[in-house]
């Protein structure tokens, strides 16, 4: 993961050596959003924006599950960048363009590398290029690279268009809504990359500790609950589901999170199946492009690059949350 400086790519990973071996993520730059308001920038309009995402990021993962849930398919276009991120980053390939599954083509400008549009976007941009990234064609700009942003604007923006009014975000969970992100994030969403991208003991072990402490937690959470906030279906489920769904494939080896695998669990691999198994929600992930993903970009950690065969997982094998829906 390389960043730009002074208009530049330079292949550089993290540096840890001011953080104590920490991992630290850097902050999303482009936060502008899509509304119908008088002095909007971004208005909403069907065909107007695309979304550049991978297939292995659990934070791009979001805003796919989201332009799903919400109908946005004919609305905003997507590309897919290649598994491997290599020595330029998220790269484009040209070669599989129009072919199925496996287009990895930029196909608005038919760039080679993700990096060229942030700086098309902003020459003056400096910093990490991550996905996803919302684009907009119009004025040949991101609109916002945050995905717990993004997921919000699809959550809303664009309901009048496609008469899709399910809220994963409604007013009276949102207190709630917020309180459960801020740990998720915290210990288990950006917690299995603070314990694999960890470089001292004492960080890897403390991001290991408050990882599996929150997963107990909400192992007891959801022997009662159907979902993280009670019978209400929330953004909050989505934002944890694609971590969840990654874990054993690809945190529990790679990342070192290996005290138990979330199969281990009853309660949390019955809830992701449950997740897995919503309507459209299967189509969004790809685990075998993940892997390919973690195992063979992140030679710091895996320096064979040895892309693992297994585990074997079959998220359609039956789930029991039923038994948590209350009757009248």
Not at 177 to 206: C, K, L, P, W
Not at 303 to 311: A, D, E, K, Y
Request: with cysteine.
């Amino acid at each position: 993961m390389g960043l730009i400086v002074n208009g530049k790519w330079l292949d550089q990973w993290y540096d840890t050596k001011n953080s104590d071996g920490k991992f630290e993520r850097q902050d999303s730059r482009f936060r502008d959003t899509i509304s119908n308001q008088s002095n909007s920038r971004y208005p909403v309009e069907s065909g107007r924006y695309h979304l550049y995402v991978s297939l292995a990021c659990p934070w791009a993962h979001r805003t796919l599950i989201f332009r799903q849930l919400k109908q946005l398919e004919d609305i905003i276009s997507v590309s897919v960048v290649k598994p491997e991120m290599l020595s330029n980053g998220w790269e484009f390939d040209s070669n599989t363009q129009g072919d199925g599954s496996k287009d990895y083509s930029d196909s608005l400008y038919q760039q080679d590398y993700m990096y060229q549009l942030y700086l098309q976007a902003a020459p003056d941009y400096q910093g990490r290029v991550t996905v996803p990234v919302l684009w907009d064609k119009k004025t040949q700009s991101i609109v916002n690279n945050e995905s717990s942003e993004i997921i919000r604007i699809f959550n809303t923006a664009f309901n009048e268009l496609t008469g899709n009014y399910d809220d994963y975000y409604p007013d009276n969970l949102k207190s709630e809504i917020e309180s459960m992100n801020e740990r998720i994030y915290h210990t288990i969403n950006n917690g299995v990359y603070r314990a694999g991208f960890a470089t001292t003991q004492a960080a890897y072990d403390q991001a290991f500790d408050e990882l599996f402490a929150s997963l107990d937690w909400l192992e007891m959470q959801l022997s009662e609950r159907r979902y993280l906030l009670g019978e209400a279906l929330t953004e909050a489920d989505w934002r944890l589901f694609t971590t969840l769904v990654r874990f054993d494939a690809v945190y529990h080896g790679h990342f070192k999170c290996n005290r138990n695998k979330l199969s281990e669990f009853h309660h949390i691999s019955n809830y992701v199946r449950e997740l897995f198994q919503f309507q459209g929600i299967a189509s969004t992930v790809d685990l075998e492009y993940t892997k390919i993903h973690y195992y063979a970009s992140h030679d710091s950690i895996n320096p064979t690059l040895i892309v693992p065969r297994g585990p074997q997982q079959n998220f359609m094998q039956p789930h029991d949350r039923e038994r948590l829906i209350r009757t009248p």
